[in-house]
């Protein structure tokens, strides 16, 4: 196929409720939403990357120029057989993961309308439904902390991630451990320990967590190996994994156990499933993280989630933990064993309220072949 035309819409979206990392507190989320057409169709993807560069490198601002002024050219002058090729045909682009990862998503979309199946049959997953748990942000005292997970285990969600970071660890994971003997909980740090600080952390090995998830930095794999290697409990790497060369190293030299996979994060879906691919191969768990999805980005996780690999719970909620009014017509909806339901519709199985795309967008542009293509 022949893309035609790219809508980019930049929204700031307010969230129900702040949400604070050991990198900053947010009350709104930035995403892009990307319309991309052809023969007629047009299919959606979600860009992940946020208002600043706190979790990673890339922003709405960066994706944003990458895909009209490097990403747009290169999809305009291919002809594309299917969205496989994307990771290819956008490698002379170095970096800028998310704002592949975003415009690939949209050609999965289109792809599946065109064909008439669904996202997670193209990527080969089977489940109907996907277990989830919810991605509890740092509150202002334990006290505080343990209220909002009670709110969130009444809601129904069976796994709890809190996020933690210097100075708010030991302290914060204890009370909800002794709060919640028994449930299924792990801990966030987002890259803010050192070696050296990370020594605080020791006492969470003995608090029966899932796994700890990105202690030290981003751009450190033989840290957590050595970290990992004065563990019980299992380290999982989120930042740590941009693609599969990083995967495949980080199991090889045991910087963890667990991946958290982000399609966002590694360039697009067709990594993500290589990368679980590789974890399986290796009997390595793997579960599907966040990054606060609107609709779009969530029915792409939803069927991710549906393969094999992905054993533990994902950072994948219900539409409300996020927002009021989300942009897609479908509304997620946790299931009373944790669960939501994955799409069966076409493509990503979602459509655009475009009164609320509207109402959220703080942007717009319209690029078409013709703007590029000089002939
Ligand atoms: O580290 O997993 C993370 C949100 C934004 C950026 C990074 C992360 C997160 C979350 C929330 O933890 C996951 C979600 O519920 O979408
Ligand atoms: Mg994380």
Redesign the pocket.
């Known amino acids: 196929m022949k893309i035609t035309k790219l809508a980019l819409h930049h929204l700031s979206m307010p969230l129900v409720s702040p949400?604070e990392?050991s990198f900053g507190r947010a009350e709104e989320r930035e995403s892009i939403i990307i319309e991309a057409s052809a023969e007629g169709i047009s299919g959606l993807g979600e860009c992940v990357a946020?208002r600043d560069p706190g979790?990673a490198y890339e922003t709405s601002g960066t994706a944003w120029l990458i895909l009209q002024e490097f990403i747009a050219p290169l999809i305009f002058s291919a002809e594309i057989s299917s969205p496989q090729d994307i990771p290819e045909l956008l490698s002379p682009i170095r970096g800028h993961p998310m704002a592949k990862a975003g415009l690939e998503m949209a050609l999965w979309d289109l792809t599946g309308k065109m064909e008439g199946v669904s996202l997670q049959a193209m990527l080969g997953g089977k489940r109907k439904t996907v277990p989830v748990g919810?991605?509890v942000g740092l509150q202002s005292c334990p006290e505080e902390l343990v209220e909002v997970v009670n709110a969130y285990l009444a809601d129904g969600y069976q796994r709890i991630?809190i996020?933690i970071k210097p100075g708010r660890d030991v302290g914060d994971t204890v009370a909800v451990r002794l709060a919640y003997t028994d449930i299924l909980l792990q801990v966030?740090a987002?890259s803010s320990y050192t070696l050296d600080s990370a020594q605080s952390l020791l006492p969470l090995d003995d608090m029966d967590l899932l796994l700890i998830?990105?202690p030290l930095a981003e751009d450190d794999l033989w840290d957590h190996r050595t970290l990992q290697s004065s563990l019980k409990t299992p380290l999982c790497l989120?930042?740590s994994i941009v693609s599969l060369r990083h995967a495949r190293q980080a199991l090889e030299m045991t910087a963890c156990r667990i991946v958290?996979i982000?399609a966002g994060r590694v360039g697009g879906l067709t990594n993500a499933v290589k990368i679980h691919n590789l974890c399986i191969s290796k009997g390595i768990p793997v579960w599907c993280?966040?990054?606060?999805?609107t609709g779009v980005g969530r029915a792409a996780n939803l069927a991710l989630a549906s393969l094999p690999g992905f054993t533990l719970p994902g950072?994948?909620?219900a539409s409300n933990?996020?927002y009021r009014q989300d942009i897609t017509n479908e509304i997620f909806a946790l299931n009373p064993d944790s669960s939501i339901t994955v799409p069966e519709g076409a493509g990503l199985g979602v459509s655009i309220n475009r009164d609320a795309l509207d109402k959220n967008c703080i942007r717009k542009v319209i690029l078409t072949a013709e703007d590029y293509i000089c002939e």
């Open positions: 949400f990392t946020d979790y919810v991605s991630k996020k966030d987002n998830e990105q989120d930042e958290n982000k993280g966040g990054m606060l999805e950072d994948i909620s933990r996020y």
